[in-house]
């Protein structure tokens, strides 16, 4: 299904493709090595590709592939089927990262916390298919949970990073990711869009609101000590009542 596109000023238009072809390859130019050794590390870690493409929604709803490192285990979609049921959630006030995600492995972990994963997006900025600025591109699957937010989601280009990916990331539920995002829509502008930018590479840099979904095995400090203290005088309370658990 196809719907309506956003009409933006001619000018603002052709800056804003402008950023996008160049500094779009100077970023996937830069970022390159980082790519190939993170995909290293990936297949060295887990069998299968370690690059991840995934049926996303383009500009008008047109749907495109997005390209990324895989952070997951190659078959978690079938491992984990019930956690890709989005419909289970209901309506939009749940987060779609998790803070712990069993799906997530060892490499997985660093590459999202460290942001990582998404360099590939370059390519598909360069391609024409996303721009550095704009709202992140939906799964199919999802979309039957925005309700109103649809059509006005789908009338901008996807983008690399957005204002919710700049201010809170991880930390906001769905809804309030996506108006955030579309927030935006109203104060599109060249200036706006160097704004968030400036704004992402300090976020990544200082690894902020970001959850990268691995589990969190041991407390630090005293907190940590009085937990492993309780867990043994449980066990040797529960061998004395009846044996080992």
Not at 54 to 68: A, E
Not at 199 to 208: E, N, P, S
Not at 215 to 231: D, N, Q
Request: net charge positive; glycine share 10%; charged share 25%.
């Amino acid at each position: 299904m196809c719907y309506a596109v956003k009409q933006l000023n001619r000018n603002y238009r052709v800056a804003k493709r402008l950023l996008d072809i160049s500094l779009g390859s100077i970023l996937l130019l830069i970022s390159l090595p980082i790519i190939l050794t993170a995909a290293l590390a990936i297949r060295l870690e887990t069998k299968g590709n370690p690059f991840f493409l995934q049926r996303r929604l383009g500009l008008g709803g047109k749907p495109f592939y997005i390209v990324k490192l895989r952070g997951m285990f190659i078959d978690a979609r079938e491992r984990f089927a019930e956690l890709y049921d989005y419909g289970r959630h209901g309506s939009l006030n749940f987060q779609f990262h998790p803070k712990e995600d069993p799906r997530i492995t060892r490499v997985g972990s660093f590459i999202r916390r460290t942001s990582i994963d998404e360099l590939p997006n370059f390519l598909n900025v360069v391609l024409g298919q996303m721009t550095l600025v704009g709202p992140r591109p939906e799964v199919p699957e999802m979309l039957d949970l925005y309700g109103d937010y649809k059509a006005p989601y789908l009338s901008v280009k996807p983008g690399v990073t957005s204002v919710s990916k700049s201010s809170g990331r991880d930390s906001l539920s769905k809804r309030e990711t996506i108006e955030l995002d579309l927030g935006y829509l109203d104060r599109m502008g060249f200036l706006c869009d160097c704004s968030i930018l400036w704004k992402t590479l300090k976020g990544v840099l200082l690894r902020q609101d970001v959850y990268d979904g691995r589990p969190t095995i041991e407390l630090a400090g005293h907190e940590g000590f009085l937990k492993r203290k309780s867990t043994v005088t449980c066990a040797a309370g529960n061998q004395t009542e009846g044996g080992t658990l």
